[in-house]
């Protein structure tokens, strides 16, 4: 990103201060074709479904049912999946039910810096409709007005059984190539854009967070 | 002269290639077996090869600067300059890699000349968990290699050579001329410093998962993880060779070396299954006391005892 820009390829980071923007990337993200060979791509997908690490990021009530995940119980790491605590190695984010505008801000951030593809797991009614918090005045009722849902996963609360079979859906989402929410984002970058900073009124961060 | 090093080379990166594929097999079986204990199925063996190939598939890396990216290959470097140098099957040809007098010196050199690479790398990255786990990783290092230096220093004295070919040449002729029953005090050090060279519980303290996420590759994604990952896999496995040529006789097959090497590595597993991790003062003290004073104990018994 050192090359000079166009300024239609640079973006504003309006929200810091002079001094700030020197710090950060004002890059615009660049949306990613998929392999021209399709048994590359194939392949490479086969290699994504089966090992999904998800963010350590629990950002609703819903993220108690990412824990047992792990536990002798239900035990995900047979599907391949493993918790990581940094979004630069995880793939997967869960979002974990209702998600408030403050948390949004910090969920932005963390998908942003998220290496793609990446896919986001939608938990509980919550992202889809607010749910039982459906008129709170700190809470976003569609979730995927902010950032792109691959799979959605409804109940309140589901348990980790069905999560466990959200992540064996999500797989064969991702197997068959039709996991494309990191494109979505960039390719509608502009819209997402306006609908999160239409939420969050103190924006004082880089409009994409390498 | 030209051929025959090609030829070397050719061997070398044959020995390079198995014994890779035995370090990710050997932590998938570990995996494995901690989820046995914990009550759970645990991956499927092709876990860790799946991972790299989802690391280097991946479409997006960001970088931090020239050193964040040269991190991970000095710590790869350091992986493969520590397997070039230790002779993986005794008696063959084929596999004793570029052993020759003084090898031992080279090979304790590059096992720090990694982690010092990475310790760069990492620091670049500007994340401070990166900072922190590299603050512990380096001192828990330098606290492991005295006790590990003072029992090398006892097995040279004790074999009159520097070369690790050298040294499993002298134990032939039966396990009671191992070191591990010749000098047991000097193998009883260096397994103590092995506990924490490998990084499980109760020296977990520079990774530390739910602590510091990850320590020094917190930063890392994409290409550079699968290249640390890779790293990984081959540097515990050339670590596990190292010492099994040091104290337990070397191996002169494959099956030989695979069996020693795994019993050598459940020593560290089942200490890291029983055992909570350790604070970094805890870790670091533990060292300088009892494995430390073993470490001497084990020069004066080569001294007193077997040379005399």
């Not at chain 1, 593809?117 to 992202?127: E, Q, R, S, T």
């Not at chain 2, 190939?53 to 931090?64: I, Q």
């Not at chain 2, 990216?69 to 230790?86: E, S």
């Not at chain 2, 690479?117 to 990783?137: K, N, Q, V």
């Amino acid at each position: 990103m050192i090359k000079s820009l166009g300024t239609e390829d640079t973006l504003e980071n309006a929200g810091l201060s002079a001094e700030e923007q020197q710090l950060f990337s004002n890059a615009r993200p660049k949306a990613y074709e998929p392999y021209p060979i399709k048994a590359v791509e194939d392949f490479a997908n086969w290699a994504r479904a089966n090992s999904l690490w998800i963010l350590a990021f629990g950002t609703g009530c819903g993220a108690i049912e990412l824990r047992p995940l792990m536990s002798a119980r239900f035990d995900a790491s047979r599907f391949g999946v493993a918790g990581r605590p940094t979004p630069r190695q995880s793939s997967v984010f869960v979002i974990g039910g209702y998600a408030s505008v403050k948390t949004l801000k910090r969920i932005i951030r963390s998908y942003e810096q998220m290496q793609g593809p990446k896919f986001v797991l939608a938990l509980g009614i919550c992202p889809v409709n607010g749910g039982m918090y459906f008129d709170s005045y700190n809470t976003v009722n569609q979730f995927d007005q902010y950032l792109p849902v691959d799979l959605y996963i409804t109940g309140c609360m589901p348990r980790p059984e069905v999560l466990v079979a959200g992540i064996m859906e999500l797989q064969k989402k991702i197997k068959a190539g039709r996991c494309d929410g990191a494109n979505r984002y960039i390719e509608n970058f502009d819209w997402y854009k306006a609908n999160q900073k239409k939420v969050i009124k103190n924006w004082d961060m880089p409009d994409y967070n390498w | 002269m030209i051929l025959e090093w090609l030829g070397k080379i050719g061997d070398f990166s044959l020995t390079l290639l198995i014994v890779t594929l035995y370090g990710l097999l050997v932590g998938a079986y570990v995996e494995r077996v901690i989820a046995k204990v914990q009550g759970r199925i645990g991956i499927p063996y092709s876990q860790p090869f799946i991972n790299i190939l989802k690391n280097f598939f991946k479409r997006t890396a960001v970088s931090h600067g020239v050193m964040f990216y040269l991190g991970p290959v000095f710590r790869i470097a350091g992986g493969i300059g520590t397997l070039a140098f230790v002779p993986v099957i005794y008696g063959s040809e084929m596999f004793s890699n570029f052993s020759m007098a003084g090898d031992l010196f080279l090979v304790i050199y590059f096992m720090f000349f990694g982690q010092l690479g990475m310790a760069l790398g990492a620091g670049e990255s500007g994340h401070p968990y990166s900072a922190i786990g590299i603050a512990r990783g380096l001192s828990q290092m330098t606290a492991y290699e005295v006790p590990f230096a003072l029992a090398v220093i006892s097995i040279v004295i004790q074999y009159d050579t520097l070369s690790i070919t050298g040294i499993v040449a002298a134990q032939q002729g039966g396990w009671q001329n191992w070191t591990v029953f010749t000098n047991w005090v000097a193998t009883l050090a260096a397994m103590l410093a092995f506990l924490g060279m490998m990084g499980y519980s109760p020296f977990d303290i520079f990774l530390a998962p739910q602590e510091i996420p990850v320590g020094p590759p917190t930063e890392f994604h994409s290409a550079y993880l699968g290249l640390l990952q890779t790293n990984r896999a081959l540097f515990g496995a050339t670590k596990l060779i190292l010492f099994m040529n040091l104290f337990f006789g070397g191996a002169t097959g494959w099956i030989e070396l695979m069996i020693k090497t795994l019993l050598i590595y459940m020593v560290a597993v089942v200490v890291g299954v029983a055992y909570p991790r350790f604070r970094v003062d805890q870790g670091i003290r533990f060292f300088f006391k009892i494995p430390t004073l073993i470490g001497i104990a084990s020069i004066i018994y080569v001294q007193m005892v077997l040379i005399s």
